[in-house]
């Protein structure tokens, strides 16, 4: 479920992205189907948490995922695979197009980035805000924004790290890299902006390093 769009025309999500693995399962024989990793932003990062809850891990395991300005945007419930995935999520303060604070409206249901965090730290067993370590990136000479990573670590052996990277100051944006001046230009004429983007970080390097330690 995302952007108020539920079936035709969108289909299956699920099976297609099950689809798509077994076809390159087929073509590059060498895929280990139980290091699958996801990343996605915007509606992506709203496929891929869904894809963490909805891929069955008889078919395929997701070793850890990535998601970038886009929260959980479907109800849980019991329905997912109890298995621990490390993530990683990004969200700007100033998104205005998925809000910190979640969304209701038509189009865009989505939780906030605090309950997505909370259900991913539950399904984990990572720890709580007591015992979770905050580093704080801020360079003036760079750019007005800076960045807090947040890194809840696994309560046991059998859970998995959550990192919440908050952007204060970052719009709907990909950390690192201004938005397309084509698109930018698009967006202004309709009246709208995806907001800044920091250069304290850059969201690619963050991911292929958290991605690296579950290779």
Sequence with gaps: TCCGIDGPPSGDDIDFVKKLLDAAKQKFTKIDENKIFLTG????????????HELSNTDYKIAAMATVSGTLAIDVGSQHENYPIPIIHFHGS???????????????ICKSVADTIDIWRARNQAKDDSNAVTV????????????EKTTYPPDSTGGAQVVNVLITGGGHTWPG???????????QQLGLTLGPSTRQINAEDLIWQFFSQYV
């Design 94 to 108: 100033e998104d205005k197009v998925i809000p910190t604070r979640g969304s209701n409206a038509t189009g865009r």
């Design 41 to 52: 932003m915007s509606n992506g990062a709203m496929l891929a948490h869904r894809l963490a």
């Design 177 to 187: 890299h201004d938005t397309p001046p084509d698109l930018d230009a698009v967006l």
């Design 136 to 147: 704080t990136i801020k360079d003036p000479a760079i750019d007005g924004t800076s960045v």
